[in-house]
């Protein structure tokens, strides 16, 4: 089991929807990360939080709004999302950005777009 | 992009036999490099990092290689199980990025 959570495991929205992805870890790290992963590669970065404020934005679009609530909370909320946002998105933590150690990831959220 | 690539993208070996994936890496001023198990329908799962000032590192029926004369990063993982059979990545990181080798699929035959 991982010691990251995420909710839910798989989720089905239309184009005009709007929902969220939640990532949970008490870990007592400082650092959480959005990735998304599409079938056979490897995952892309999106958001990097430290210390619970934005410090990467991979120049995603704004359909994709990222909410640090605390240390230990990290959301992903969804607005207007095309087919092609469809893949499989990874939170991850990490005692601090930048530093020499390794991010952990929760088993992710399927999201399908229709 | 990325600027971590694999030799093999498919590795096929007969378990009990000792498996190594190989990662090459363009950035001779990284630091620190990981290697991640994904298996299917999960996330990816740490399982061996290495710091630059290091050659080798070992764990649990694993072992990490860094030959940094020649750019070159390797995963050997010995006596190969069913419960091996995931795809590795290999990460390094620049500049307090992460950058990502594109992974090697490793199937164990019975």
């Known amino acids: 089991d991982t010691e990251v959570t995420q909710t839910p495991k798989h989720l089905v929205m239309g184009m005009t929807n709007k929902k969220s992805l939640k990532c949970e870890q008490h870990m007592g790290h400082r650092a959480m990360y959005w990735y998304k992963q599409k079938a056979k590669k490897p995952p892309e970065l999106m958001f990097v939080?430290?210390?619970?404020?934005?410090?990467i934005n991979e120049s995603v679009p704004s359909r994709f709004s990222p909410e640090c609530p605390n240390s230990s909370l990290l959301n992903l909320h969804l607005h207007a999302l095309q087919p092609e946002d469809s893949a499989l998105y990874l939170c991850?933590?990490?005692?601090?950005?930048?530093?020499?150690?390794?991010?952990?990831f929760g088993n992710g959220t399927r999201l399908t777009v229709t | 992009g990325e600027s971590v690539g694999l030799h093999l993208p498919t590795l096929s070996v007969q378990e009990g036999d000792n498996s190594i994936i190989n990662c090459a890496y363009s950035?001779?001023?990284?630091?620190?490099f990981i290697w991640y198990k994904q298996e299917s329908g999960k996330g990816p799962q740490f399982i061996i990092d290495?710091?630059?000032n290091m050659d080798k590192r070992q764990g649990q029926r694993v072992t990490v290689l860094l030959n940094k004369t020649v750019k070159h990063l390797s995963l050997q993982i010995a006596a190969t199980q069913p419960g091996d059979s995931a795809v590795y990545f290999c990460?390094?990181?620049?500049?307090?990025?992460?950058?990502w080798g594109a992974g090697t699929k490793l199937i164990i035959k019975p």
């Open positions: 290495i710091r630059s």
């Open positions: 991850a933590s990490s005692q601090m950005q930048g530093e020499n150690s390794p991010l952990h």
């Open positions: 939080y430290s210390y619970e404020k934005l410090s």
């Open positions: 990460a390094e990181r620049s500049n307090y990025q992460l950058i």
């Open positions: 950035n001779s001023a990284s630091d620190y």
